[in-house]
Every structure is written in C-alpha cells, then in structure tokens.
C-alpha cells in the first residue's frame, strides 16, 4: 500500500511539474478573427504548432474593434502569465508602443511591423518584430495575373487592397512591377505587348466582405480577369463576386479567377493562385525563441544589425510564395480546420483543370521571374510611405495612377 502510495505522490509531482514548466502564449488577434482563412487563422496555425511541439498552451484574444487593441494588449500583460504576446497586424502597433514601455520584462512580438521608431513602427529590447517581403510574391501574382488577362482576351488585373500603409503598400508595388515585366515579356514572346493594365481600390477594411463583393463585380465589370485579395477577410466577399460572376455565365472553369492571400486559399473555386506570406513560420520562430531562451539576443542582434524584423519572410527562404501543387495539399486541412468544406479529390482535381489551361510559355515565364527575384538578377520594387508608393505608381502606372 505504501508503495503504491509512493508512486502515485511520484505521478502526481511529475504531472504537477510539467504543468508549472508548461510556458504560455496570447495571440492577439487583429479585427476580422478567428475564421478567417487567412491572416489570423495563419498567426494561430503556427502558436498551435508551437504547442505541438513544446507544449505550450495557446490563448487566442479577440479585437472586435480598433477599440479593444489597447485593453487587449495590456490585459494581457498585467496578467502576468504569458511568457510570450503576439500582436498580429500593423493596426496593434499604437496599443503596443503605448503598452511595451510599461512591461519591460514581459516579450512582445508584432506581425507586420518593422522595427524602427514610432509611432508608425515598434522599438524595444521586448519587442520581437516579424515582417515579410510582400512584394516579391506579389510581383508574381501580378505577373501571373497579367499573362493570365493576355491569353484569355482581358485588358486588366483587379485588386482589392484594405486599409493603406506600409505593408500594403509592399503588395501594391510587387503587383504592379510583376504586371509591367509580364507585359514586356510577352511582347518578346508573342510580339505584342498585350498592355495589360491594373484596377484597384482601397476600400479602408479587413472586414467589410460586402464592400469586397461589390468592389470586385465593379472591377470584373470594367475588364478584369481576376482580382487578388489583399484584404484578409473581405476575400470572402472577393470570391462570392467570382462565383456570381461565373454562376451568371453558365461557367464551370476558366476566367474570372480569384486570388487568394497570406494562406493559400487555391482550394476556394475558381482560384488561380495565392501570394502566400506564412505567418505561421514567423509566429512559430517568435515562441521558439522564447522556448530556447534566445529571444532577447535575437531581438538585440537585430537592432545593432539595423534590420526590419526578428524574422523576415522572403522568396529565398519561402516566408512569402506564389503558391504551388504541395501548398494545396498542406492548406486544405488548414481550410478544413478553419471550418470550410472541401470536396478533397474534386478541388485538386479542379485546381489542376484551371492550371493546365494556361499555356506552357506562361508557367515558364513565371519561374524565369521567380529564378531572377531569388538569384537577384531581378529587382523587385517596393514602397514603405506615401511618397514611396506615388513614386512607383508613377514609374509603373498600368492605366491606374
């Protein structure tokens, strides 16, 4: 009896100490939630990898409005509990400058957000900042894009971007230098610069799905031959415009196509591609630091290096994508979780239909692209501010200045 005694104080120490040794994580989620497909289904994909891995235990914080960002957040860090929190987006960056300072033994770490100083940036030695380079996939989903309205018979490329700044201005420039190279290299394919041209629109929203259907039945309207969300959840109002679209023609396959973004979203129907930025890894590398104990060092190399982020997403080392036949595999369970339906062998199979319908030059010029933006033979364009931003679009307008 005492030996089984014994054994059961020893389970139940061992159980106790792993549950004290048991670290903890808060995602704070940006507006538009958990259900996303996209943005803040990717930040909570890769806490609940980290559980996986090292145990950790996940609490996800909702922000209904601009409104909750600040509670949020020092909500959260007055708990006391949480070795690491996750801000995920650029609009928690005025609740996190305001709140870090106050907690400086507590780690932060920010989505979306350079390192730099305030207000339109975070700095601290607590601050962990994860970004990506948007615009090297972005270029080629517009080269994509523009070759696609070129065989087809289209004269545009549609986008509905969300609220203006820094990242999104990271997107609009990739797309835009993606179009004006994909024009030009159809003209020395086919002889002819097809001059395919850009509509987009900022519709100041990651959550308005209606103004995203409507803002994309205008842009199918006007001549695009799909239209690539850059607007997180509004993209569930994007690809209802594509379905109507298609529904109203009696089509099955073939343009218009929709675009998916951050996840990749190739098993919604009619979808081409994604520009996939996995803020899963960057969200995983953050809680990892922590898990090792290199989260401070890693923060203060940063900082002496003079970099943007803790982690940085690039084409090179995959954080951002085009998407591709093993992405489809991967993210349909995530699609799956995230609470979609998925016909499994009918959506691979519908996704190789719509591939296979472009030309062989097509792909081919998409991985000459891809090859030169990885060995750096080719430059991708970007923008940070609003003179940034003019100044590309007056270098590469595309009829949409």
Known sequence: MLKRLLVLGLVLVIGLSFAVSAKKVAIILDVGGRGDQS??????????RAKAEFGWEVVDIASNSENDYVPNVRNAARDGSFDLIVATGFLLTGALNEVAPDFPDQAFAIVDVAAGPPPWNTQGANIMNLVFNENEMSALVGALGAMTAAQYGYT???????????????????LRFGIAWANTKWGELFGTDPGINLLYNYIFSFDDEELGESTTTAQLAAGAVGVYNVAGPVGFGDHRAIVNAHTQAGTLVGPPYYFGVDADNDYFSHTLASGMKRVDVAVYEAIKAVEEGTFGAQVAANAAAGLAGGYVGTLENSGVKLSKAADLLEFIEFGIAAGAEIDY?????????????????????????????????????????????????????????
């Open 39 to 48: 943005f803040n289904d990717m930040a909570f994909s890769g806490a609940e």
């Open 156 to 174: 545009h490329f549609g986008a509905v971007l969300g609220i203006p700044g820094s990242v999104l201005y990271h997107f609009e420039a990739g």
């Open 345 to 401: 062998y009918q959506t691979i199979a519908n996704w190789a239909t719509e591939r296979a319908a472009l030309s062989d030059a097509i792909w081919d010029a998409i991985a000459e692209l891809e090859a030169g933006i990885l060995d750096g033979s080719i430059q991708v364009v970007t923008a940070n501010t609003d003179d940034d931003m003019a100044a590309v679009r007056a270098e590469y307008t595309l009829g949409a200045p």
